[in-house]
């Protein structure tokens, strides 16, 4: 299948795909940040909305011991993700599905990244925040999530450009400390999520 390809001044490739969103390549020291900010650690579920080739899953996966699981529209970029995973040695802890992120489960995630678009963050909100346990953090690159204030801003500059990365961490319910009670067998990998 032939991709569209466009280049903007600044950007990665653009390529053309299914969805709301083009697929735009995120740089390798931006996946990196976006980890960082997360704080990213083996006992994370990292899921990747939109997740293209696949790259921050499998970096999750590879240098921080995390498992992932990536969710994207376009079964040609799942693919290549797979292919990708196993090259990389990390298909036991990377996982890629072609699907509309609007219907994937995310209870098991400890950690979303998102590099979508305004419109799309502010429409996944009320899901983030009705799906996701206390205490897990949302990572997106360049774009806000409407009126919630993000608990942590970082601005970084790669090959000439701004990238801008926001942090939310999924507040308490009733009461409930974050990150506490609420851990649950991970119905993708089947092993314990949730503290120590």
Do not use: K
């Not at 903007?8 to 976006?34: H, L, N, S």
């Not at 699981?69 to 090259?87: F, H, K, N, S, T």
């Not at 509309?100 to 419109?119: E, K």
């Not at 851990?183 to 993708?188: I, L, N, Q």
Request: proline share 7%; aromatic share 6%; charged share 25%.
């Amino acid at each position: 299948m032939l991709s569209s390809v466009l280049a903007v001044a600044g950007c990665g490739p653009i390529f053309a795909r299914g969805g709301d969103v083009p697929y735009v390549q995120t740089a390798a020291p931006v996946v990196e940040a976006m980890l960082a900010l997360a704080e990213v650690g083996p006992d994370d579920v990292v899921y990747d909305l939109g997740a293209g080739d696949g790259r921050i899953v499998i970096a999750a996966a590879r240098w921080r011991g995390a498992r992932g699981v990536g969710i994207e529209i376009d079964p040609d970029l799942v693919r290549q993700a797979r292919r990708a995973a196993e090259r990389a040695g990390v298909a036991d802890r990377a996982r890629f599905e072609t699907r509309d992120l609007f219907t994937a489960d995310l209870r098991a995630a400890t950690v979303v990244t998102l590099y979508l678009s305004p419109d799309l963050n502010a429409r996944l909100r009320p899901r983030l925040l009705a799906e996701l346990r206390p205490g897990a953090r949302i990572v997106s690159h360049q774009f806000p999530m409407a009126d919630w204030t993000p608990s942590r801003t970082v601005r970084l500059t790669v090959d000439g450009r701004e990238h801008v990365l926001y942090l939310w961490i999924v507040p308490a319910r009733g009461g409930a400390r974050a990150g506490g009670a609420g851990a649950s067998r991970d119905p993708c990998f089947g092993y314990r999520v949730g503290p120590g």
